[in-house]
């Protein structure tokens, strides 16, 4: 689970930046203990929102795959804050609190420039205080020091080979990942916690597709549950199934009209392609996913990533998750998470969103998030900042919706944007300026 992530020189995050999932302010609705399965972030377009969840996943990603997917000499492809000369060559620093599948806490953090990694650190909490498992900088006085001038020292908890890993460690991959490589165990836990972190945006729905086509064709678990959650979200949907892939110009005209597709049995050799499966008042039809709306596809998509995270017990990060979904099935994906029973594994999804019905709602009872679940980013001069509802000190029956719309919390679109049309407008004169 995460429980922290602090950031700096990021696109647009110039400044420190410090998101948290931990529940300082729970009031009724709290089925986890200390840290939160859900977070809603707010703020305007272009606030910062997007950039966040980025971060996360830049960071996350470059710990877990940085050592496999580089090379020596050819720097790091990081991004930096551009809008201030100064801040182009700047470090950028990702630091993660988290709680690995062995239950222990871990504080994971790294700098970076262009071209190698400037320090990286990872303690383990076994008890109430903290263990350091390695420490690495830029220096030459390190029980172990590197051709580049980097080095790194262990603490006593760190067991198993040590000369060996740091020293195929490059000067531009994190010792985390190339012990990861190596075969470490010590790092095992906090390595595969960050593996755990994926990121969907709503716009590329379609990327989710193929793999719910393969829980089709294998027919597993998820695969069931996606047919029912597909059936029962309302959508005018009976099913959905496989067909052989037909060849000729009029294979989708053949599909949608009934045709001679049959669902394809499980071992078929020929393609397959997913159909939706619809039934009027006398008859039946299966149509492809071409024909479907944005909203339907995007449902789907949206179940196969809830399923596979609440599974696994992933960090999930949604961006613009009401791109393509009811205010209805955002509250419902949100509760799944929110609820211990449907998420065993303490799976967390942290969104991105526009949709204040989960949070426009007077007192604690019918709120599906709570006070110290909400985060807001907003943008000045440029450079993002990104700051939680319990900053505001919000009261327990404090309506946040209403409040966020009538620009409490400062995280609203400049209100003024309809006195330009109004200039516009204005001056013109049957298409024609004066």
């Not at 909490?125 to 220096?139: A, K, N, Q």
């Not at 379609?206 to 393969?214: A, I, N």
């Not at 199934?241 to 669902?263: H, P, W």
């Not at 039809?285 to 024909?291: C, E, L």
Request: hydrophobic fraction near 35%.
């Amino acid at each position: 689970m995460l429980v922290d992530f602090t950031f700096e020189n990021f696109k647009c995050y110039r400044d420190q930046q410090a998101f948290s999932m931990r529940r300082y302010n729970r009031s009724g609705y709290a089925p986890f203990d200390d840290v939160s399965t859900v977070t809603a972030i707010y703020g305007a377009n272009a606030s910062g929102k997007s950039s966040l969840l980025e971060a996360m996943t830049y960071a996350a990603r470059f710990a877990v795959n940085g050592y496999r997917r580089g090379s020596s000499g050819e720097g790091i492809a990081r991004l930096p804050f551009l809008l201030d000369s100064e801040y182009a060559t700047r470090p950028s620093t990702f630091y993660f609190e988290l709680i690995a599948s062995d239950e222990r806490r871990y504080k994971y953090w790294f700098s970076i420039d262009d071209k190698q990694v400037l320090s990286e650190d990872l303690v383990v909490y076994r008890s109430s205080r903290p263990s350091t498992l390695f420490s690495r900088w830029v220096g030459d006085d390190g029980s172990y020091t590197n051709e580049h001038g980097q080095s790194i020292e262990f603490g006593p908890s760190f067991t198993g080979p040590k000369k060996q890993l740091w020293s195929i460690t490059r000067e531009n991959a994190l010792f985390l990942s190339a012990a990861a490589a190596g075969g470490s165990k010590v790092i095992e836990p906090v390595y595969r916690e960050l593996g755990k972190v994926s990121i969907y945006k709503a716009r590329f729905y379609e990327r989710e597709m193929p793999r719910v086509k393969r829980e089709l064709e294998g027919g597993s678990q998820d695969a069931g549950a996606l047919r029912s959650l597909i059936k029962f979200a309302d959508l005018g949907i009976d099913d959905i199934g496989l067909v052989e892939r037909k060849t000729g110009v009029d294979e989708e005209n053949d599909i949608a009209d009934g045709g001679d597709a049959s669902i394809a049995q499980e071992g078929g050799k020929r393609p397959t392609d997913i159909v939706f499966l619809h039934e009027g008042k006398d008859a039946r039809a299966m149509f492809p996913t071409g024909y479907e709306s944005d909203g339907t596809v995007g449902a789907l998509s949206f179940f196969s990533v809830a399923l596979r995270s609440l599974r696994s017990g992933g960090i999930a990060l949604v961006d613009e998750i009401d791109s393509s979904l009811h205010p209805t099935l955002v509250k419902e994906l949100v509760l799944a998470f929110a609820d211990r029973e449907s998420n065993p594994n303490a799976a967390q999804l942290i969104f991105t969103t526009h949709d204040v019905s989960l949070i426009d709602v007077s007192g604690s009872e019918d709120r599906v998030l709570d006070r110290d679940q909400i985060w807001f980013a907003s943008k000045s001069d440029g450079a993002s900042e990104i700051f939680p509802a319990t900053e505001f000190h919000v009261r327990r029956g404090e309506n946040v919706g209403r409040n966020y719309l009538n620009d409490v919390y400062g995280a609203l679109p400049d209100p003024r944007l309809h006195d330009v049309f109004l200039e516009f407008a204005g001056g013109c004169h049957d298409g024609k300026e004066d």
